[in-house]
């Protein structure tokens, strides 16, 4: 790699950073921010052409984001939510690869329909990563977050295998429905076995390293892995990324692993952040490449644009009507975990915030440059370019309007029903504990004076989470106890911080061992997070 090639990546990297306290201050999401600065750049003389192969640009970007992604949900959740997921993740692409593909086919002239339709598939899926980072920062309520998950994890498995099989027509110059309904099943097939087998093992190897830092590490390695070899057999790598993600998630978790908790949560935030900046600035620097190539007929370019962002909006909205309603209509009493849009301020909501991003940017430029006979692929300059077109219209106009639209529309969190689970859930900890400790005392002899100080603790491991649980009297009395506490944790803190700053001193001391220093500094650390 160039040397400016690695400083224009090290500067994405900062403003992957510097966008998120941005975004806080301003209200807008980070990653449209970061695709403002990605433009911005690229007007830039001195800043230089990106030079990343398109082929790389899935298999490096989308397996860290899609595995971060899925450690905000649940195998449950994506259960519960199978009729509104199956609705927007898998319907919803077929309806808009469709309708896009009869737009442009009949616009663009001597585009043909197999080029038309490997369109329609690139801009079909909203960016699951952009939805999820807009939607979580302006306070939605928590079903639509659900919601908005899993149809952008699940929706570029649909609009890849989508989009290979129209490249393949276009390729090839013939197609067949028997031959792509193959491809479908078996693509789909192949990454759940695969995402199933990487998940067990991976589970089992996370079980043997035991340290938390060889934990994380061979998680940012599982990832890769899953898409990698999935790809390789021919199979979905999206698929096969989330469903070793949702495995590793639903049976790696050892309760009292709390180091390994910790240390993992943190890498794979920093992760996200990074990677997440790093691809949509990717966005704003190839836009002026891109446009580039509609010089001399910008105009009528712009206008196939419009057109097909038109047609990618307007098809979401009314689909997401009759959609949503039908969900409403199928749902029952017994689906007491389906989460559905329950107005239509906030479908209006789940409708604007389907913006595309990187998995469109990674399609558009991964398209063949030429057939199996040698001729140009058909209408590649046009397709990219309208791609483009729907991106920056999707994700920056609609990206940033969004806020204004959930504030306008009044859209918020159900903060009662939040409480009202966090009081349950501080209510089953105290129980647990409690139950813990007759069994103990059945089996120990504990002075008195012990065993109430115990039972307080268990009573305040439930108070700690939600002080609402407890009567006034037993609240006053938590309130007492918590004060003294935070005073005797405050002065154990100035402790064990005048004993890190003399071993930390030792380390320039004539004599001494780094490694040694280092590893009592460990213990000391440790010794201060419980």
Known sequence: MAVDQLALLFLLLLGAL???????????????????????????????????????????????????????TSWRQFAANRRPIFLLAVALVFVTTAAVGAVANALVPGLPLAAAIALGALVAPPDPVAATAVAGSLGLPRRLVSILEGEGLFNDVTAIVLYHVAISAAVSGSFSWPDALGEFVLSAVVAVAVGLALGWLSNKLIGLLGD???????????????????????????LSVLVTALFLAEHATDADDVMGRLAGQTFWQVVDTLVTGIAFGLIGLELVHVFGVAEGRGGEMLGWGAAVVGVVVGVRLLWLLPA??????????????????????????????????????ALALAIPLRTDDGSPFPGRDEIVFIAFCVIIATLVFQGLTLPWLVRRLGVRADADAERVLERDLAIRAARAAKRRLKEIEEVEELPEEVQERLLRGAYDIGARISPDMVDEERRAAFMERTQRFKSVQRIQRELMSAARHEVLAARSEPGADPEVVDRVLRQLDVRSMR
């Open 18 to 72: 510097l966008t998120v306290p941005l975004g806080e201050r301003l209200g807008l999401p980070a990653p449209v921010l970061m695709t403002l600065v990605g433009i911005a750049l690229a007007f830039l003389p001195f800043v230089p052409n990106v030079e990343i192969p398109p082929e790389l640009i899935l298999p490096l970007v989308l397996p860290p984001l899609l595995y971060a992604s899925v450690q905000r």
């Open 212 to 238: 938390a830092t060889l934990q994380t590490g061979l998680t940012l390695l599982v990832p890769f892995v899953s898409y990698v070899l999935a790809e390789e057999l021919h199979g979905s790598g999206v």
């Open 324 to 361: 949503t309603w039908l969900a409403k209509r199928l749902h029952t009493r017994r689906d007491v975990d389906e989460e559905i849009p329950t107005s239509w301020r906030e479908t209006i909501v789940m409708w604007w915030a389907g913006m595309r991003g990187v998995a469109s940017v």
